[in-house]
């Protein structure tokens, strides 16, 4: 699709409550842009529609669309790329089949997901659905490194209106658990390669066969390239001995992952855990329960489902669950835990608010407790640990007087795990993988078990000196401590080391940059923003993700609120609105009572940013006159505390883009720098003003009963604009 196709803006069109919010909040965004002369028009990257564009054969034309995602991800690498991406659902296979069985009973004749597939036909369709699981999305966009912030006026507003946090106390027995050996830590290896080559993966079994795992995986001049693997032997063990430690002390059992984002190797972890919680049952009933289509990596959830109508086996789970200590609860009202649904617990959301809370989890008795936190590999557990032993040592963090941890992460051309799906392997036989590069060369080797989790990844060398020498531009505007957060006794790390110091070198900046392990930088991070300071963590590309939500939910109380800038490599701007990881209890809480608590800051912060580019890009000078009035609309609704309640009956999402619109229209309506402006929005900012009470009356009066939207994962766009734009008059105002 050539880049003239495009409107000068993409808003994306994504999932769950950042959609529902969509619903509300673009069509004043296009209001205001057009009297700018800026276009603003959506692309469809949410679940369900990336479903739909991967199976046009099976469809009418009427319900065929375009593939919008693979189209955009042509145009970021164009100069002219400005997208405003929101959080989008990285699938589960639990959700990827909900999404599908939804479609399916909206006349949309998709083929089921299958399980294990058989046929040609079964193995296609697998195939085209396993490249809509996991993150399917972001490595695609992400063409260019991430730097992410908080706004100035965020920060500000979280230091004079600091958050609840929980007390930490010496004596907590909270405390994260990682595997000592055999994991992907322990065995990774890596290497370099100083031109460029095609590798093929092989298995070589014990009886002497080559089972080729991935041909053709090509790299460019001075990629890195990892490869590592898990023993399923030793996670087994690990887990075993963790459900008893967890008993013997007392404190809940929890199991954090990312089966989103790791979308191949997480879920068979997870199905590990699944296994190992119901070790006796699964014994006993194991064969009967495959019978039954029991898949451990969908979770507890998929599996009671499956085996409601089994008593003995019913009977076997309740006599296990009564045995074990207390879980970890994702909602203790529901009997809802840890283990349900892998997409349910997400380490970098989930972690981040029990530390928060002083390290206290709901347990079933839907009180809180102190929690042994699992974390198999030991990659970046020690980020949590060492973050855990801060709070007990020096008691919770103060968000009044708490300096600031920014983040530049090294993401572009899926670099890193995160671009590891279509290299990660369940071995099937005992024996050897090797990568063997078409010259022969024997790149990586190792010996394996059947059932091991044997992985590679890689990243390129354009992104990582990019990330680099974002880093830098990043220190020099800032002035602060800068940390690249490398452990030089980390294979990867070690690599990724030699490229960072010649170019610090050469820039003569190596003096204003340290080069810590994980660990020691986490804790030189919290030192540094106890004392109300600024620090720079640049990091790879999963501590990138999970630190942009470590400290910020410690800092602001939630990561929706980041300022998130992609630079893409080729000139072009990606602008991410926040995190989505409590998106589906406001979808529920609006189905229910039609309010939404979900908060749009994050998509006003991305809008200004997104407006500015445009402005230099295209020399656009009333886009800079819309994007400066957005920053003062994003102040007014932070200073005059306008943003949502979480409690039906009082103002939510659409009160909120109410005043949003109210303030950026008197903004516009009172600068001096384009008099057309002024004039054009002098009558509208009139009308929001004076028809307060008739707005805010109307979208009250919406709130406290059920909603039909038509849909979760694929709704009704009529009956979604109904209920999220309910106020007569502000629709009139912008006609």
């Given at each position: 699709?050539a ?46 529609g ?84 996991g ?41 994260v ?30 009886s ?24 399923a ?35 068979i ?27 451990p ?7 009671l ?8 086996i ?5 006599a ?33 608010a ?83 590069l ?11 078990e ?6 590679s ?12 020498n ?15 957060w ?36 986490t ?20 501590l ?97 505390n ?10 939510d ?9 109210r ?22 900012a ?50």
């Amino acid at each position: 699709m050539a880049a003239d196709t495009f409107p000068d803006i993409v808003y994306t069109t994504v999932d769950e409550a950042p959609e529902l919010a969509s619903a509300s909040l673009l069509p004043i965004i296009q209001a205001f842009a057009k009297a700018a002369d800026v276009t603003v028009d959506t692309r469809d990257i949410s679940l369900a529609g990336r479903i739909i564009a991967t199976f046009p054969d099976y469809l009418t034309d009427a319900q065929k669309q375009t593939d919008d995602l693979a189209a955009l991800g042509e145009w970021v690498k164009t100069p002219e790329a400005n997208v405003i991406k929101l959080p989008n659902i990285s699938a589960s296979v639990p959700q990827l089949v909900a999404a599908v069985r939804e479609l399916q009973g909206q006349g949309y004749a998709l083929p089921d997901y299958p399980e294990e597939p058989k046929t040609d036909e079964e193995k296609d369709v697998r195939a085209r659905y396993d490249t809509i699981k996991g993150s399917a999305v972001n490595p695609v966009l992400r063409e260019g490194n991430s730097d992410r912030r908080a706004a100035k006026a965020v920060k500000a507003y979280a230091q004079s209106n600091p958050h609840r946090m929980g007390e930490w106390t010496a004596d907590s027995k909270t405390r994260v658990a990682s595997m000592d050996g055999d994991d992907f830590f322990s065995n990774e290896v890596s290497a370099t390669l100083p031109a460029a080559a095609t590798a093929k993966i092989v298995l070589e079994t014990a009886s002497g066969d080559e089972i080729v795992l991935k041909d053709g995986v090509s790299y460019p001049a001075g990629t890195v390239v990892d490869a590592t693997f898990m023993s399923a032997k030793a996670l087994d063990a690990f887990l075993e001995d963790e459900i008893a430690k967890t008993k013997d002390e007392g404190v809940l059992f929890s199991l954090h992952m990312k089966a989103t984002m790791m979308k191949v190797s997480d879920p068979i972890i997870f199905g590990h855990a699944v296994k190992a919680w119901l070790k006796p049952v699964f014994e006993q009933y194991g064969d009967k329960m495959k019978a039954l289509g029991v898949d451990p990596s969908s979770g507890m959830g998929d599996l009671l489902e499956r085996v409601k109508d089994e008593p003995e086996i019913m009977e076997a789970i309740e006599a296990c669950r009564d045995a074990r200590p207390p879980m970890y609860m994702v909602n203790s009202d529901k009997g809802i835990t840890n283990l349900h649904v892998p997409s349910d617990v997400i380490i970098d959301a989930s972690m981040p608010a029990l530390i928060r809370g002083g390290g206290k989890g709901w347990g079933p008795d839907n009180k809180e407790h102190d929690t042994n936190c699992v974390i198999p590999d030991n990659s970046y557990a020690p980020v949590y640990d060492e973050t855990i032993k801060f709070f007990k040592a020096n008691g919770k963090l103060n968000p009044a007087t708490a300096g600031t941890v920014q983040n530049i992460g090294l993401m572009a051309q899926k670099a890193e795990e995160y671009g590891s799906h279509p290299t990660t392997f369940e071995l099937p036989e005992a024996g050897t993988v090797k990568m063997v590069l078409d010259d022969g060369t024997v790149l990586h080797s190792h010996a394996v078990e059947a059932g091991d989790i044997w992985r590679s990844a890689s990243a390129r060398k354009a992104p990582i000196e990019d990330w680099v020498n974002l880093a830098i531009d990043r220190q020099k505007a800032e002035g602060c401590r800068a940390i690249f957060w490398l452990d030089e006794n980390r294979a990867h790390d070690a690599e990724l080391i030699k490229y960072v110091t010649p170019i610090l070198e050469a820039k003569g900046v190596a003096d204003k940059f340290e080069i810590m392990a994980p660990r020691e930088a986490t804790r030189a991070s919290f030192e540094t923003i106890t004392k109300g300071e600024t620090c720079i963590a640049i990091t790879g590309n999963v501590l990138r993700d999970y630190l942009t939500d470590l400290f910020p939910i410690l800092e602001l109380a939630t990561s929706a609120k980041m300022l998130s800038i992609v630079k893409l490599m080729q000139g072009g701007g990606l602008f991410e609105t926040g995190a989505g990881g409590s998106a589906p209890k406001h979808v529920q809480q609006l189905m229910e009572e039609n309010h939404l608590r979900w908060d749009s800051l994050g998509e006003f912060c991305a809008l200004g940013e997104s407006l500015k580019f445009l402005a230099d890009a295209k020399g656009n000078a009333k886009a800079k006159v819309l994007g400066d009035a957005v920053d003062k609309a994003t102040q007014g609704v932070l200073d005059d505390n306008r943003s949502p309640s979480r409690k039906v009956g009082e103002p939510d999402n659409r009160d909120s883009h109410y005043w949003f619109a109210r303030y950026w229209a008197v903004a516009l309506s009172e600068q001096t720098e384009d008099a057309e402006l002024a004039a054009h929005f002098k009558p509208i900012a009139e009308a929001l003003v004076s028809k307060e009470a008739e707005i805010t009356s109307e979208l009250a009066a919406a709130q406290g009963k059920p909603v039909d939207l038509g849909g979760y994962y694929h709704g009704d766009a009529e009956k979604t604009a109904s209920v999220m734009r309910p106020s007569a008059t502000l629709n009139a105002i912008f006609g």
